[in-house]
């Protein structure tokens, strides 16, 4: 009887504490509380059932495959990172993905790490395979929580079961779409439109009819998507419609952008001359465009110009050239013929005349420069540069060197290329004669340039004196031919491929020829190949430590220790207490007895 009254105490202890135990475990979420699958063909380890579980390990990424598995799956990451409790839906065991009691996708199929099911087919991404089945050959149970994720429209993307993380595809559910796609406003008066609107339903969607809003304050409800509407007075409206469709036994309604358009009702005709300009063609012929304007009605039929000279010239076109035969400043002026309401009118104004302004012809010599070709034979060459506008032309030049010899009907194009040799040394004047054509009249013109030939003259710089300064040679080693102030005179870089800097450049030097680093010199400590190892990128590539560090497999994740005030040890508690009356009983029964006794 003793020992029947220890058994009973220590049976209600457990009993006592698996209601506590229970009732707190009962307390978790209905996410914290989900079935995890800790095997080998789980994607991850023991399932994430929980967010912030499915962003953290998708974020470490232990296994190294998360995101190209989860993006063959059309999972990105920025959605992991915005999944919440709203996402949790079920992949059924008959291939239906449901959210919120909702078919979003059927013929459900999941991969895994391991081909433990039959049958299963090999799927190759990033490398590695993977076995994708069916819900009815690996559901145990009629379903499985998942996360879904659905694009902006409602559409099925893909889901990760919560179990074991393995991702999921599947065919999605029509979703009922329908919008507004465009609205066109077709004149037809001054003060009538024609609307046509375009919208678009589907998945169950259906269009029951069209609301206009013609932006005037006028409104009109359609069965059609084309109505016509008359505007009482002028001025910008923006016109609008809004289609109606019926989804799911529900009305709602659709507009967009596209479907807004501008619609101006134009006042009564007017008409304007509003400008003339004139463009030079050359100096005494000008390009003279009008600018006019007609609305609502008036039609421009044609332009009179009267040039300013006495001419005048009636166009079909805003345009008109002219050539003035003299030299002076004139008033061009245009009028506007135009047609309203079948009669023609004439308009013009003071925006519409301009000054034209032709100039008087210039010809001028410039100036007759000489070059030393050859100071040992006396050679020169004559530079000749001179101006010519408003008309005026060079026609063609004489020469006369000043040595009794002579050149004669040199033409503009001849004369940069003219050069004589004197037979004795001695001081010349060339005189080089320029016959220019102006306004049909021949006009002479004459430049003149001296020239000293004597063996005393620089043979470095032929225009000075030998005993000249500036006649000093380059001191630079095979340059001696230069003059010491020749911007040529100095010692050259001698690095390959960077000849043509001094010698004391900054950037005389050899560059460094490891790829990406070429603009350092060739001794920089920086001039070396990187470590490609991720993270070891500023060590040397023929650094030991530029080695890949061996990745560690995954741990299960240990649960969390419970508190000390827990279930555990609340039922250890209790245990404790039963433990300590029937102690001595236990020791001496057996098994069979106690099971036995426990069992009365």
């Known amino acids: ?99 919120k009691g909702k078919v979003v996708a059927t013929g459900a199929k999941s991969i895994g790490r391991q081909d433990v099911y039959k049958p ?46 393995n991702p999921v595809r599947g065919n999605p559910t029509p979703v009922p779409s329908f919008s507004c796609d465009a609205l066109a406003a077709s004149k037809l008066s001054r003060e009538e439109y024609q609307f046509n609107a375009k919208g678009s339903a589907k998945n169950g969607a259906t269009i029951t009819g069209y609301t206009f809003d013609f932006g005037d304050g006028k409104t009109q409800d359609s069965s059609t998507a084309s109505v016509k509407h008359t505007y009482a007075k002028a001025g910008t409206y923006t016109a609008k419609v809004t289609i109606n469709v019926k989804v799911d036994g529900k009305t709602k309604t659709a507009t967009s952008a596209k479907c807004t358009v501008p619609v101006t009702v134009a006042p009564a005709p007017t008409y304007s001359c509003d400008a003339l300009t004139a463009g030079k063609i050359t100096f005494n012929k000008y390009n003279l465009v009008a600018k006019a304007s007609a609305a609502n009605g008036a039609t421009i039929t044609g332009y009179t110009f009267d040039f300013g000279d006495g001419k005048t010239q009636n166009s079909a076109t805003n345009t008109a050239q002219h050539t003035y035969e003299k030299a002076g400043s004139y008033t061009a002026k245009v009028s506007v013929t135009v047609k309203v309401d079948g009669q023609t009118k004439t308009v013009t104004g003071d925006k519409c005349q301009v000054t034209v302004k032709v100039d008087q012809p210039t010809y001028k010599c410039d100036a007759l420069n000489v070059r030393t070709l050859s100071q040992t034979d006396r050679t020169y060459a004559y530079d000749l540069s001179y101006t010519v506008t408003n008309g005026a032309t060079l026609k063609s030049v004489d020469y006369n060197f000043g040595d009794g010899q002579t050149k ?75 003059p010491k102030d020749s911007p040529d005179c100095y010692e050259h870089c001698i690095v390959p491929g960077k000849e043509q800097l001094p010698k004391d450049s900054p950037d005389c030097y050899e560059n460094c020829t490891v790829p990406g680093k070429e603009h350092l010199p060739a001794n920089s400590p920086d001039c070396k190949e990187n470590c490609t190892v991720p993270g ?14 061996p990745s560690t497999p995954e741990t299960p994740q240990t649960p969390t220790e419970l508190p000390k005030t827990g279930a555990t040890d609340f039922i250890f508690g209790g245990l404790g207490v039963s433990a300590l009356v029937a102690a001595g009983y236990y020791f001496v029964a057996s098994r069979r007895s106690l099971a036995n006794m426990l069992g009365r």
């Open 536 to 549: 070891k990128e500023d060590l040397p590539k023929n650094s030991p430590d530029c080695v890949e560090t």
């Open 408 to 482: 004669t009907g040199v033409t503009p194009e001849g004369a940069k290329n003219v050069t004589h040799t004197y037979a004795a040394a001695g001081t010349y004047k060339t005189v080089a004669t320029l016959h220019f054509t102006v306004e049909g009249a021949t006009k002479d013109v004459n430049c003149e340039a001296s020239v000293t030939t004597s063996p005393d003259m620089c043979p470095l710089i032929p225009s000075i004196p030998k005993n000249d300064e500036r006649c000093a040679p380059c001191q630079v080693p095979g340059k001696e031919n230069l």
């Open 1 to 99: 009887m003793k020992n029947k009254f220890i058994a009973s105490l220590a049976s209600i202890g457990v009993l006592l504490s698996a209601l506590v135990f229970f009732n707190i475990m009962s307390t978790n979420s209905d996410a914290a509380s989900l079935p995890r699958d800790c095997d080998n063909n789980s994607i991850i380890y023991c399932g994430a059932t929980t967010p912030d579980e499915l962003k953290k390990f998708y974020k470490t990424n232990k296994t190294g495959d998360l995101p190209t598995l989860y993006s063959h799956y059309g999972i990105s990451g920025s959605m992991i990172n915005g999944v919440s409790s709203d996402n949790l839906g079920e992949v059924h065991k008959d291939g239906r993905i449901t959210l």
């Open 120 to 165: 299963s087919s090999p799927v190759k991404i990033g490398g590695k395979t993977y076995y994708e089945h069916e819900p009815k050959s690996t559901f145990a149970v009629e379903s499985i929580k998942a996360w879904i994720f659905l694009d902006n429209d409602g559409k099925f993307i893909g889901a990760i079961l919560t179990s074991c993380g």
